[in-house]
């Protein structure tokens, strides 16, 4: 639903622009601006200490991709209107907006946008893709004319800890404009993307119960344990995974008609963020990508899709979820350096926008081992390591503990303060911090014992919250499955309907509450905790209730 206030009429009297005038400004912009340093710089500090070994130059032909980022306008009032789309006692309760609404309210203007894809032209850059909510300007260019527009120079430093060399420029960019812009992306891999599945370390469980070989897991154990009774299937919902590298689909298949089940009916739609390929092959390795399909898919048989996006920059992926906003839960089981700036406006677009977003926590027992970005951020659903046990193969749940490599913690961010909504949670027993926000959120199965197909093959052994947050997913496709069939809106950020179920007295009813169990220095609690968070989910019960909190 539309929400039109004053304010929001007169954001969208300000982004309209007659073309002559908008093009006088532009050339106006990049002609007469002394050079400006974006927001946010991302220069590694090792380059900026002076303690990276110097390598090389890179040739000056090479060829780098760069995605712009732009400052949202009114963040305090968007701030403002999360609040309330979130309080179940406003009238804006669950009320979101369109992605046409959030970019007329908050997107930069037409007239920033432009100016700053024509500086990156006019200094020699290919636009290489413009995005609907004007959030994002994606650039390739020759380093030679990289250095040239942001007046830095690119250099190749050794690795202090990985056997390899990378790039990054000698000091934060600069520009010769008088538009702001927030932050400049891809101009140094001293972090790169990282999946957060585990294999071959053994597992902790001896006896496994599961349907696959030698007692392994496989999708419809996980489904059957979490959701043992009901109808819903995710009908009628999409479940969007972010991917920063292609997949193979015949390993999807293969797991479904193949091994561990029936063929599967669910559309998988690849979608292309930018120049990374949407097919794994050669040396490629699917398994992060394969999991994640497979295991959204067996939690929620009954999809419309599961859109795959695929990109070599989180940023890019991100924003294209935003604004493709066709499925309204979202899933990523990878890691990255954090850029919280930049990636923190569009997990507040799929707020506002009703898309709810959970990412795996992690799988070497702390945020510092296991890398602490996304989870650690406000604006997502963080999900942690069980060690489910079932009756039988294919049998009901029997029990739950904490996973042993389950990552949580407080933020190691101290920008990233804790929410009201978990600060009545915190307590001396589980260790949690009262000022720093807290991760995990909620938690699944995540040990060594589950099946899947990748790489041409089928195997088990493998773990990790990577399965965790598309199970997860699954089970919220299935609550926006029904939502919407009793003519309710979808569930969006549950993180405060999380918390508020976990503290009413029918928290036992709705969520498993893993007691048992240790992860590096944090212990499971009556409670929430932080190795399982609130717990995992209930099935049909806790369908139920996140639906009509």
Do not use: C, W
């Given at each position: 639903m539309a929400i039109a206030t004053a304010d929001t009429r007169r954001v969208r009297k300000s982004v309209r622009f007659g073309g002559m005038a908008l093009t006088a400004a532009l050339l106006a912009t990049v002609a007469q601006a002394a050079p400006v340093a974006a927001l946010v710089s991302q220069v590694p500090a090792i380059v900026l200490s002076h303690q990276a070994a110097f390598v090389a130059r890179p040739p000056s032909d090479t060829i780098m991709h760069l995605v712009i980022a732009l400052p949202l306008r009114n963040e305090d009032r968007l701030d403002a209107l999360l609040r309330d789309i979130y309080n179940p006692a406003s009238v804006n309760y669950r009320h979101y907006l369109s992605v046409a609404e959030f970019t007329e309210g908050f997107g930069p203007s037409v007239a920033d946008y432009e100016a700053v894809a024509a500086y990156f032209t006019a200094h020699g850059l290919t636009i290489a893709a413009r995005t609907p909510n004007r959030y994002l300007i994606d650039v390739d260019g020759r380093v030679a004319d990289i250095e040239r527009a942001l007046h830095v120079t690119m250099g190749l430093y050794r690795h202090p800890t990985e056997n390899r060399v990378f790039i990054s420029p000698d000091r934060a960019p600069t520009l010769d404009l008088s538009v702001p812009v927030?932050?400049?992306?891809?101009?140094?891999?001293?972090?790169?993307?990282?999946?957060?599945?585990?294999?071959?370390?053994?597992?902790?469980?001896?006896?496994?119960?599961?349907?696959?070989?030698?007692?392994?897991?496989?999708?419809?154990?996980?489904?059957?344990?979490?959701?043992?009774?009901?109808?819903?299937?995710?009908?009628?919902?999409?479940?969007?995974?972010?991917?920063?590298?292609?997949?193979?689909i015949a390993d999807v298949n293969t797991f479904f008609a193949d091994h561990y089940g029936a063929a599967n009916s669910v559309s998988v739609v690849g979608v292309k963020t930018d120049g990374q390929s949407l097919n794994c092959t050669g040396s490629c390795d699917d398994s992060e990508q394969a999991l994640d399909i497979e295991y959204a898919i067996s939690m929620a048989p009954g999809l419309s899709s599961v859109r795959v996006y695929v990109g070599s920059s989180p940023e890019d992926v991100l924003n294209k979820q935003a604004t493709d906003n066709m499925s309204k839960v979202l899933s990523t089981s990878w890691g990255w350096g954090e850029n919280k700036t930049t990636d923190e406006k569009i997990f507040k677009e799929f707020e506002a926008q009703g898309q709810t977003n959970l990412t795996a926590s992690g799988d070497d027992s702390s945020l510092k081992a296991s890398g602490p970005w996304p989870e650690e951020d406000t604006y997502i659903v963080a999900v942690g390591g069980t060690d489910v046990s079932t009756a039988k193969a294919g049998g009901a749940w029997s029990g739950e503990t904490g996973w042993s490599s389950s990552a949580g913690g407080p933020s190691l961010d101290k920008t990233i303060l804790?929410?009201?909504?978990?600060?009545?949670?915190?307590?001396?027993?589980?260790?949690?911090?009262?000022?720093?926000?807290?991760?995990?959120?909620?938690?699944?199965?995540?040990?060594?014992?589950?099946?899947?197909c990748a790489d041409g093959t089928c195997t088990g052994g493998y773990g990790g919250t990577s399965f965790a947050s598309p199970m997860w997913a699954g089970i919220i496709a299935m609550a926006n499955q029904q939502a919407v069939s009793e003519g309710k809106p979808v569930v969006g950020f549950i993180n405060p309907a999380l918390y508020g179920l976990a503290g009413e007295t029918s928290y036992g009813s709705n969520f498993h509450d893993e007691t048992k169990g240790k992860s590096g220095k944090f212990k499971c609690t009556v409670s929430y905790d932080l190795v399982t968070g609130v717990g995992s989910p209930q099935g049909q019960a806790f369908i139920n209730a996140l639906v009509g909190y």
């Open positions: 927030q932050q400049v992306l891809g101009l140094d891999d001293y972090v790169r993307p990282y999946p957060k599945y585990v294999h071959g370390h053994g597992g902790s469980r001896t006896a496994r119960t599961g349907s696959g070989p030698g007692g392994g897991f496989i999708g419809s154990d996980m489904r059957t344990a979490y959701y043992p009774s009901g109808s819903l299937n995710g009908s009628g919902q999409s479940i969007g995974l972010m991917e920063l590298a292609g997949y193979n804790i929410e009201s909504y978990q600060k009545p949670f915190i307590t001396t027993a589980n260790g949690g911090s009262k000022t720093l926000r807290n991760v995990p959120d909620i938690a699944a199965n995540a040990n060594e014992d589950m099946e899947i």
